[in-house]
T-cell receptor, first 113, second 111 residues
Framework: KAGVTQTPRYLIKTRGQQVTLSCSPI?????VSWYQQTPGQGLQFLFE???????NKGNFPGRFSGRQFSNSRSEMNVSTLELGDSALYLC????????????FGEGSRLTVL | GESVGLHLPTLSVQEGDNSIINCAYS??????FIWYKQESGKGPQFIID?????DKRQGQRVTVLLNKTVKHLSLQIAATQPGDSAVYFC??????????FGTGTSLTVIP
């Protein structure tokens, strides 16, 4: 079955703009998590959605937001982009509950100029 | 907050040798751990997992060891191959919470 799909794979924005990233989880998976990965850093947790509800949130400013649709697809939005937002944004899905393996997509690489 | 750290940021091994990658975690309530491999330009890929009721788990060429007393996790790769060159992350999970990831160890296999 298809894996986690993220779009777009690459994008370039300028400071002050906003961006929306999309994630389609593995079919049947109800949990979607978002992570930010920057050079030299590990994966920093942004938020997790389960059945359209945010159930965990990391320590990111309010400029970072997300949502999940009834078909489990998820989007994250970053408003008023800053240079430091340049990163690989990874989406991961899992079947549900609070256990089980996370399956990652290939990520969306955002460059802010 | 919780932290998951790795003892060594980089590791170089000769092809055919065994590799050991270490990870320390801080949350004693964590009961599920995963090792991921990330190749350049790709998303993290699951390698092996282990639950806290186990001390050791083996997969194909990989073994994960869990020492709950000192909150330490290790990944052993047998007969390391050039295709094993990547960044390896450990991740911990406690009930009701998200996964926390370490900063990663970069493994380079020397032919």
């Amino acid at each position: 079955k298809a894996g986690v799909t993220q779009t777009p794979r690459y994008l370039i924005k300028t400071r002050g703009q906003q961006v929306t990233l999309s994630c389609s989880p593995i079919s049947g998976h109800r949990s979607v998590s978002w992570y930010q990965q920057t050079p030299g850093q590990g994966l920093q947790f942004l938020f997790e959605y389960f059945s359209e509800t945010q159930r965990n949130k990391g320590n990111f400013p309010g400029r970072f937001s997300g949502r999940q649709f009834s078909n489990s697809r998820s989007e994250m939005n970053v408003s008023t982009l800053e240079l430091g937002d340049s990163a690989l944004y990874l989406c991961a899905s899992r079947a549900g509950g609070f256990t089980g393996e996370l399956f990652f997509g290939e990520g969306s690489r955002l460059t802010v100029l | 907050g919780e932290s998951v750290g790795l003892h060594l940021p980089t590791l170089s091994v000769q092809e055919g040798d065994n590799s050991i990658i270490n990870c320390a975690y801080s949350n004693s309530a964590s009961d599920y751990f995963i090792w991921y491999k990330q190749e350049s330009g790709k998303g993290p890929q699951f390698i092996i997992d282990i639950r806290s009721n186990m001390d050791k788990r083996q997969g194909q060429r990989v073994t994960v060891l869990l020492n709950k007393t000192v909150k330490h996790l290790s990944l052993q790769i047998a007969a390391t191959q050039p295709g094993d060159s990547a960044v390896y992350f450990c991740a911990e999970n406690s009930p009701g919470n998200q996964f926390y990831f370490g900063t990663g160890t970069s493994l380079t296999v020397i032919p």
